[in-house]
């Protein structure tokens, strides 16, 4: 039995049956809860030293000390996910590709859907001022390097209005956005898996192992970026990672280098931030890129997606510098401006799918979104804003915004629309359904925290890479997933943060 975190029922509710509403599930943990107390006291050191030693970890982010790491935390065991959407959307994931880089590749998109964010939001201003920039002068590299992850939550909905809400498991998967910057995870979400496999084999489980299935996200994501650094076609340029000043998240970053350098041995990563990219990097009279002596062939974005990042004036010359080149970009200023949030809420519009998709993968798209909303000027705008006011705990309230943290939520939602809902202010945020997803039990393992057995929401993100120019694709496919696993009680779980954790899938029929 299960509290019913969305306050639409007074009591508490059955495994896998909706609560009066029908807005909440739960599902099953993969074993029977809670474990015997001995049995826990052996594993939690083994799956401790498990997590550590093979890099599920991170750096401090109180007293940074690059001498050492601590454990990132994870949960304990897999969680449930019906096999049948974690096949649906893995499969989907090629379309989602294709969508992404066909509004990426269109202009006039682009520019109705974001003219007014740009008006009041200086961030995506700025991105803007470089992508037409870069567009008037002539784009010196067509291709680009999409890895994406698209980031979905399990919802049973709320009107028990489609086919796959009513058959069992009664949820189905609801996208939360596409990521195409910085979508990191690629090492962790693998790591997750292994960290699983190894405690269901302690646990003397093995005959659970067929429940998670394979992740090659690592391996994918690198192959995408050295299939890149072949496109580009010189043999001493390198691969350059744009990083954050101080990265917590090392563990991640640091091995996509190793796995490039395992899958090709004589291609070489730098890591730049902004900062010295705008000290010693600048272009040759053909517009290749060079830093420190080193041509860079591939550049991939694990920094610049928010306004910190870039301290000064320096930082965005360095983003236009690196725009310019002819390095292939991951993602390129186009793909960027595509995975906003303002551009996903206008891509949900009726029939704009069948604009970049056929009507059967339009149809088969259109089904994992939820409800998106405009809060631009105007009748449907004041729509939008009037039911959000009326009833908050239903949306989120997004800004244009990547990391986390920047979203709002329940009554915080009334207090920003009260401030902003007559100014064009609003116009730089966008509304969307709350996703309710199913609880179910886990162990949180936290470092320095005795570990709790807690009720748990996940988020499942799928990756893809796609590489190809506006005429051309040359690489499309799905390339592993990840999953993230907080608090039910909590509205983000940001595992650096420490309100989410590492998890992976443990998928049941
Ligand atoms: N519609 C929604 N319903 C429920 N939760 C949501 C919704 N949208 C966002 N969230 C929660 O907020 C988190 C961050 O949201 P979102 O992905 O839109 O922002 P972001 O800043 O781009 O995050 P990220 O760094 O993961 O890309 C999600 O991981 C999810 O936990
Ligand atoms: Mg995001």
């Known amino acids: 039995m299960a509290t019913c975190p969305s306050d639409c029922c007074d009591g508490t509710f059955d495994q896998m049956k909706p609560c009066k509403q029908m807005t909440t599930t739960v599902l099953d943990s993969c074993l029977p809860l809670p474990l015997p107390v001995e049995v826990l006291t052996e594993i939690i050191p083994k799956a401790k030293d498990f997590a550590l030693l093979h890099g599920a970890a991170m750096r401090y982010k109180s007293n940074f000390d690059p001498d050492s790491l601590k454990m990132a935390p994870f949960f304990l065991l897999p969680s449930a996910f019906p096999r049948r959407e974690f096949d649906r959307v893995v499969k989907l994931q090629p379309l989602i590709n294709v969508l992404m880089h066909r509004i990426a590749h269109n202009h006039e998109f682009l520019e109705s859907s974001l003219k007014k964010t740009v008006n009041v939001d200086d961030f995506t201003a700025r991105l803007w001022k470089i992508y037409t920039t870069v567009r008037e002068e002539g784009v010196s590299q067509e291709m680009s390097l999409g890895l994406v992850r698209s980031d979905v939550m399990l919802t049973k909905c709320h009107a028990g209005c489609c086919e796959l809400c009513q058959t069992p498991p009664y949820v189905t998967g609801h996208q939360v956005e596409v990521n195409t910057i910085a979508s990191g995870f690629g090492h962790m979400g693998p790591i997750s898996g292994s960290i699983h496999r190894y405690i269901l084999g302690e646990l003397r489980k093995p005959e659970l192992l067929h429940h998670l299935p394979e992740n090659d996200a690592l391996a994918g994501l690198c192959s995408g970026m050295i299939s890149a650094w072949e496109v580009y076609s010189c043999p001493k340029a390198v691969i350059l990672f744009v990083i954050e000043d101080v990265t917590y998240n090392i563990c991640d970053q640091r091995f996509h280098e190793y796995e ?195 009720e748990v929401v996940s988020e499942l993100g799928i990756f893809g890479v796609i590489l190809g120019t506006n005429k051309d694709i040359m690489i499309n496919k799905f390339s592993g997933h990840m999953l993230r696993t907080k608090l039910s009680s909590v509205n983000e779980g940001g595992v650096a943060a420490g309100l989410g954790a590492l998890d992976s899938v443990f998928l049941f029929d």
């Open 260 to 454: 490039i350098r395992r899958q090709r041995p004589d291609v070489h990563v730098i890591r730049r931030n902004l900062t010295q990219i705008s000290k010693t990097g600048h272009l040759t009279d053909d517009k290749r890129l060079m830093i420190d002596g080193n041509e860079i062939a591939v550049v991939y974005f694990r920094a610049g997606y928010e306004p910190a990042q870039y301290h000064s004036e320096a930082e965005w010359e360095a983003r236009l510098t690196i725009e310019r080149s002819r390095a292939i970009k991951s993602p390129s200023i186009q793909y960027q401006l595509a995975g906003t949030k303002k551009v996903q809420q206008e891509i949900a519009r009726p029939d704009v799918l069948k604009q970049f998709l056929s009507d059967s993968e339009a149809e088969l798209v259109g089904q994992l979104f939820t409800g998106l909303y405009s809060l631009d000027l105007g009748p449907e705008g004041d729509r939008a804003v009037q039911m959000a006011m009326e009833n908050p705990e239903r949306f989120v309230l997004k800004p244009q915004r990547e990391g986390g943290g920047n979203n709002v939520y329940g009554a915080e939602i009334k207090e920003v629309l009260e401030k902003i809902k007559d100014s064009a202010e609003r116009e730089a945020y966008i509304l969307m359904d709350r996703i309710r997803p199913p609880i179910q039990e886990n162990y949180l393992v936290r470092p320095y925290e005795p570990v709790r057995l807690v």
